[in-house]
């Protein structure tokens, strides 16, 4: 079977990413490793432009356009994280940007994305669904779309992330990476596949939107619909076509965390490894400090993969 | 006039922090060089082991006793981060630790306290000082009293935190650090006056507590009574007869901000660069941040002190 995306296609997105995306910090704590018994290295994506990993795949996807596509400009639908990163790779390449966005979308987000230079085209959820308008506004223009991981330059983008970190660190004996769309996981599964065979490539995904860990098992895409958890980067309702059989490939195993649990994960990043990361971006260290899913003595990588939180969000969390 | 604290102190505590106090990293923020128009370098003590530079006074001084100081134990006074790092430090040097701490201190600090080994002995604020409480308990024991900030060795040891963001970032033209009692204040400005001679070291209090802002352009030692500020590290009653000297002698200018300027300051920190700090520890980058401290174009150092907090405040201050 011909997969998606290659180490290949990895290898070029870190070309294509030099100088542009930070090369973010890998941590360890004493505190960590004493409670886990293992040896943790965190991957700060939370500090990546943008403040999340997205900013790899969106500026690696739009850097691939040809230069009649540049012209008429990229559009894509999201209200979180991937409208920051498309909007500020456009701002970088000079490509005109717009981002469909719900309506409802809190006017921070709005408002840090139109920061980036970016069109915010606003919709009622009632009435249309983002894939309807944002590909009938995509024939209007003749803009490009560029999905939030469905994407083979999206997918390579973020496999770079666990390249640098296996650069950094060496062979690990897992990997544990969040998991909404699959974009992150399949990426970073390639990468690892390629540089450290050994390793076991996890993904973590919110109990309450568990459609990738029960495709997983059963080897068929299953859906969720708008799940309830505080996992906002993870509330997609499946993985992609493209993500679908990497993941199946190349990972080990997919767990779930509940939202509790999450919380617990994200004070103690914060508390105590003094890290603002987001609930996604806590979804993987939370499945290793919650215990059970990794025997002590291992070398493991954690990728945190952002960390926007809006502070007035953490009084109803406390 | 002879100073209590040299360079040559500084030097030395390097050299016993070697290995066991961290490195902490300087990290940098586009947003922030774009908004002050400064290139700023931001030295990230929140990192330190225990959460805050104290450590590195507090180890430093522990180090320099001599071995039937170390038999007989040490005794501090603290609610807060010197309080953890003095347990820390004894625990690492195997030397008993006792903490006075008032009986209305959080549970959480005390136990964080205990956790690493030592003995808290609580008193009630209404009845005695504590002061007095702890010089009456290491005249009954023999064990030596390393107060929070007024002690060469401490000093010299927070010094070290200066030390290093010039050793890796070179010259600057600012430094700003916070001041409560003036030990990270006073050691920083020893490092900077040897390390980086043109850079003028600027202090920063909050306005509620604005003794030693008062003292120094007075050049008489000023105090304040249990000032109402966010900023519980810098409630301190004044500089002391150690730090003051050296403050008057090395350090250029200090600053105050309201308490309203540092929760923005705390919150800009948290939510663009992603990194949990105390509001103790926000004090500087605050009076970057309010504007009118520092003209752009500057290269300017920050020193992030600590990231101790109870997220459960967090709520008060939303």
Redesign the interface.
């Known amino acids: 079977m011909s997969l998606p995306v290659t180490y290949a296609d990895v290898v070029g997105a870190i070309q294509t990413l030099q100088g542009v995306a930070h090369r973010t910090?890998v941590?360890t704590s004493?505190l960590v490793n004493a409670r886990t018994g293992c040896e943790v290295f965190f991957k700060c994506e939370?500090?990546q432009?943008t403040?999340s990993f997205k900013f790899r795949g969106a500026y690696n996807a739009i850097a691939h356009l040809s230069s009649d596509q540049r012209l008429r400009g990229v559009l894509t639908y999201s209200s979180g994280n991937h409208a920051q990163a498309i909007a500020l790779a456009g701002q970088l390449l000079n490509i005109a940007t717009t981002i469909v966005m719900p309506n409802d979308a809190p006017a921070v987000k709005q408002a840090a994305t139109q920061a980036y230079g970016a069109e915010v085209i606003l919709y009622d959820r009632a009435e249309i669904t983002r894939e309807q308008l944002a590909s009938q506004l995509a024939a209007e223009r003749g803009s490009t779309v560029i999905p939030p991981y469905n994407h083979p330059q999206v997918i390579a983008g973020q496999g770079t992330t666990a390249h640098e970190l296996l650069e950094d660190v060496g062979n690990l004996d897992y990997l544990l990476v969040c998991c909404g769309g699959g974009g992150l996981l399949s990426g970073c599964a390639i990468a690892a596949h390629a540089l450290s065979p050994a390793c076991k490539v996890i993904g973590v995904e919110p109990a309450a939107g568990d459609d990738a860990a029960r495709s997983f098992k059963s080897k068929t895409l299953q859906t969720v619909s708008n799940p309830d958890t505080i996992a906002d980067g993870a509330r997609t309702p499946s993985l992609g076509d493209l993500t679908f059989p990497l993941v199946l490939h190349y990972v080990h195993d997919i767990l779930t965390v509940t939202d509790e649990q999450l919380l617990r994960g994200l004070?103690y990043l914060?508390?105590r490894m003094?890290?603002?990361?987001e609930p996604t971006g806590a979804l993987a260290a939370t499945a290793l400090l919650e215990g059970g899913a990794i025997a002590p003595g291992a070398r493991v990588g954690i990728i945190l993969s952002g960390?926007n939180?809006?502070?007035?969000q953490?009084?109803h969390w406390?």
């Open positions: 910090p941590m004493r939370n500090f432009r403040g004070f914060w508390e003094k890290l603002v990361v960390g939180v809006d502070l007035q953490l009084k406390c």
